[in-house]
């Protein structure tokens, strides 16, 4: 027997607005959205909003995982209406009934822990997962960096490694093993995370274990040429010979096909147009080969005819609506609107959407006052020359509103931190673009990412974890 929500009655004047994800793509539709308007429900598995960019900085302890995650709720306690959160994953789409089916996968689960949604409006922004094309053992043995969870298991991997390699007796095969980590896939994830890496044991891990640091090793694995495939010639080769630098064994032209519990079976494409196989053994496997489509996005790819030949997500029109439908925007990184995978993108996305749905909500209700204003009109005379005023005035203003331009992406730069405190950045400046890499592009990558930190809250804590480390060293305890 089911009871009623009794927090959340619905207003039945109002659409109901459901918004599936707290990434950077719904959080920024939230922020920008004028609550009043709709009935709005967020649903999502994680009730905090993530800020990527220094993800792979608490793979080390550079920086407490708590200080870039901001709650939910703090989130929507400053929005003008109520907006109800659910703590839940959306398992499945029904676009013709207009239901989604929620299910809460968290560990402590209620007597109900599934249930359906209807929504007038829907946007999806539930991301991408892990890529692994289907290599054999990758999701059995690596690590991903994506979530806290993964930046988590990553710091604790690494001290076992290191706590493992430095056991009474163990054989030096076994030592080198242990300290060798491997990153599979160049592109900016995986060069920040080997940078964060080699810093972490240049400036802790030699000092605390000095008898088994001449054995840490770092090397990252690309298939393709060169690393950083979307960033300029010049910042390719700058962080190419910084690894170098660093000690970061880069190799290049080589794909990983299997992965054992103690290592990486690689080819590697010779000059010569041959091929060479290579067994790698690892103490700590991390895998970012970039972004595959989650389940719920292909499983509602395949009940729309129009997205029978998208592949990489969901197909959406200028106005972020998922192709062949009529009532479901979708953004970020399961969308394909043309643009990169990346929080940028999916932010803009979201605050178009945010002013998209208010112009919406305010053409509505001066739609509805037109009406009314007209229907008075005719029936009393008396004052119509001032509601004719008005009506024209209100016509003036839904025209304004009305034309809204299509979504079109601002791309404000390219940044990636290479370690050794330096960082690479292509930037949009003066009309052209500027390409630099170092310390101070180093400074201003720290900067800009303090900058943009969710909340006043993120940026000191992020901020005092960055003096934290750098006066005591990183924490090593494993916990
Ligand atoms: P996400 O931010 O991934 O959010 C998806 C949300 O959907 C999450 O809240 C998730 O819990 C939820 N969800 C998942 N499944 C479901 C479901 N079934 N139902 C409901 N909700 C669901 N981009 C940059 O521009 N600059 C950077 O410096 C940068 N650094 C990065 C560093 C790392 C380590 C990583 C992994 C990515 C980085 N990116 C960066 C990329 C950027 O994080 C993504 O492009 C961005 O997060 C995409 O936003 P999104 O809203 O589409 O998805
Ligand atoms: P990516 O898709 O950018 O790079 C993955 C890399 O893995 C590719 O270069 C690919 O050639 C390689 N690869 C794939 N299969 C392989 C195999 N079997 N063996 C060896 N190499 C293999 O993935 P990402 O770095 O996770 O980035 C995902 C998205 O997030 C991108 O859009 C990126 O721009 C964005 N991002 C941006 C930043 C930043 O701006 N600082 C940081 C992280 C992520």
Not at 95 to 115: F, H, L, M, Y
Request: one cysteine or more; hydrophobic letters at 35%; glycine letters at 6%.
């Amino acid at each position: 027997d089911r009871h009623p929500d009794p927090q959340f009655e619905p207003d039945p004047t109002k659409k109901t607005l459901v918004i599936l994800g707290t990434g950077w793509g719904s959080v920024a539709l939230l922020k920008k959205l004028d609550t009043e308007n709709y009935n709005v429900v967020v649903v999502s598995p994680r009730n905090y909003f993530l800020f990527t960019p220094l993800l792979p900085s608490c793979t080390t302890g550079t920086i407490e995982h708590r200080s870039i995650m901001e709650p939910v709720r703090t989130i929507l306690r400053h929005k003008k209406a109520a907006v109800k959160f659910y703590e839940a994953e959306a398992s499945s789409i029904d676009p013709d009934r207009k239901i989604i089916k929620v299910v809460d996968n968290s560990e402590i689960q209620g007597a109900t822990c599934e249930t359906e949604i209807p929504y007038d409006m829907l946007v999806i922004g539930v991301g991408a997962e892990n890529a692994t094309f289907g290599i054999p053992g990758v999701r059995e043995h690596s690590c991903f960096l994506k979530e806290i969870g993964d930046a988590q298991q990553i710091r604790k991997k690494i001290m076992d490694c290191v706590e493992t390699a430095a056991f009474k007796g163990q054989t030096s095969e076994e030592i080198e093993r242990l300290m060798h980590m491997v990153v599979v896939g160049g592109g900016p994830t995986g060069v920040e995370f080997a940078g964060e890496l080699q810093d972490f044991f240049e400036e802790d891990i030699k000092k605390l274990v000095p008898e088994i640091s001449p054995r840490f090793k770092v090397t990252l694995i690309e298939a393709l040429p060169n690393v950083l495939p979307s960033f300029s010639k010049q910042l390719i080769d700058y962080t190419e010979n910084t690894f170098r630098e660093e000690k970061i064994d880069i190799k290049t032209k080589t794909m990983v096909k299997k992965v054992t519990e103690t290592t990486v079976e690689a080819e590697i494409s010779r000059p010569d147009g041959g091929k060479e196989h290579v067994v790698i053994p690892y103490g700590l496997l991390v895998w970012a080969t970039g972004n595959a489509v989650r389940p719920i996005i292909k499983d509602l790819m395949t009940k729309i005819p129009a997205q029978k030949d998208s592949r990489r997500g969901l197909a959406v029109n200028e106005y972020l609506v998922v192709q062949g439908t009529r009532d479901i925007w979708a953004i970020g990184d399961c969308a394909v609107a043309g643009y990169a995978p990346t929080a940028q993108v999916a932010s803009q996305e979201g605050n178009f959407l945010g002013r998209l749905f208010n112009n919406m909500a305010k053409t509505e209700d001066h739609e509805s006052r037109i009406q009314e204003l007209s229907s008075r009109m005719n029936l009393q005379s008396g004052n119509s020359a001032e509601a004719a005023h008005e009506i024209e005035r209100l016509e003036k203003q839904l025209r304004r509103i009305k034309d809204i331009k299509p979504f079109r992406y601002s791309h404000q730069g390219s940044l990636a931190y290479i370690g050794s405190e330096k960082a690479v950045a292509d930037v949009s400046w003066w009309n052209g673009n500027l390409a630099t890499g170092g310390s101070m592009t180093y400074l201003f990558w720290r900067s800009a990412y303090l900058s943009m930190c969710f909340s006043t809250r993120n940026r000191v804590l992020v901020l005092l974890d960055w003096l934290k480390s750098k006066a005591f060293g990183r924490d090593v305890s494993r916990e």
